[in-house]
């Protein structure tokens, strides 16, 4: 089967170009995910993930990530605040210790131990992120919500009203399958902006933002990450595929049941990426798929024919 890395939102060829060329050179999947996502975490100028990440309530970055290749393979770190790349420090967890995941100082500590470097004395917090919560920190108003709307806390009921679902930052998720036929997933985020400090979302946690299992598929999410917590979402489209649904079948029908069990406001958007299982001999290959609640959600694929940057192939609410 050919391979393939897809990615969440339009900065994904950010991701996937590394990712690509690592594969291309004989890498694993699991390498690839984890280039890719490291490359988006080391880029300032994406403010949901990695360095210049947008901080808590309190001023303070933190990340949150992790990686999977199967049920007995998986590895997660959450609150991190003195390193920047928390899909690579997962894989350390998975592949180090009988743990699965390590959290706050203790996973900074970690960290540390296995020879990862600290961002240094500026912090994960860039200039323009400091400005960015300063702002709202004196006055929530004077921060371009138009460019935040549903990814920051709205002020009131009546912004819940106009704000909408066209986030232009979130989580990034990358899955990849190798041609060797291996699965692979990773994903990091920032997180919510000013968050309640401690806030940790759906992006690390096994089952939640992310789950792969070679048997059955790999699915990642990225949206509003209580929504996706509720449902177990990536591990539900997985085991939907495992009996039997296509990618596009599975990921649907898990954004269905958020769209059944929450009482979605304005602003509430959630999208999955998918890749079927490996093929058996004598099988053909069940594909990928992509899929978001609401309008404004992008996925980047990366195959033999390039890298492109396209909307969802299914909108639950046009």
Not at 8 to 35: C, K, Y
Not at 189 to 203: C, E, I, L, N
Not at 229 to 247: D, I, N, Q, Y
Not at 306 to 311: F, Q
Request: hydrophobic share 40%; glycine share 12%; charged share 20%.
């Amino acid at each position: 089967m050919p391979p393939l890395i897809l990615s969440t939102w339009s900065f994904g060829p950010v991701a996937n170009n590394p990712a690509w060329e690592a594969m291309s050179r004989g890498g694993s999947a699991l390498d690839a995910v984890i280039i890719g996502a490291t490359a988006v975490e080391n880029d300032p100028t994406i403010n949901s993930v990695g360095i210049g990440g947008l901080p808590d309530a309190s001023g303070r970055v933190s990340l949150d990530g992790c990686v999977m290749e199967n049920p007995d393979r998986a590895g997660s770190v959450a609150c991190l605040r003195r390193f920047a790349n928390p899909c690579a420090i997962a894989r350390r967890v998975m592949e180090r210790t009988i743990h699965v995941m390590l959290v706050g100082e203790d996973a900074d500590r970690f960290a540390e131990r296995e020879g990862f470097a600290p961002i240094g004395e500026k912090g994960l917090l860039t200039d323009y992120a400091r400005a960015e919560w300063e702002k709202w920190i004196n006055d929530p108003r004077h921060v371009d919500r138009e460019k935040y709307r549903g990814w920051i806390p709205p002020l009131n009921v009546e912004e819940k009203a106009r704000s909408g679902p066209n986030q232009s930052h979130d989580t990034v998720c990358v899955l990849g399958i190798d041609g060797a036929g291996r699965l692979a997933g990773a994903c990091s985020t920032s997180g919510m902006a000013f968050k309640v400090p401690g806030r940790v979302g759906d992006s690390p946690i096994i089952g939640h933002g992310l789950y792969v299992d070679q048997e059955a598929g790999a699915a990642a999410a990225t949206g509003n990450g209580e929504l996706v917590m509720g449902t177990c979402g990536s591990f539900l489209a997985v085991e939907l595929m495992r009996l039997g649904a296509t990618p596009i079948e599975a990921v649907s029908e898990a954004l269905t049941r958020i769209t059944k069990r929450f009482k979605l406001g304005p602003d509430h958007q959630v999208a999955m990426i998918a890749l079927a299982r490996p093929a058996k001999p004598g099988e053909q290959w069940g594909g990928w798929a992509s899929a978001a609640i609401r309008p404004g959600y992008s996925h980047t694929i990366t195959d033999a024919a390039g890298t492109r940057v396209e909307p969802a192939q299914r909108v639950l609410m046009p």
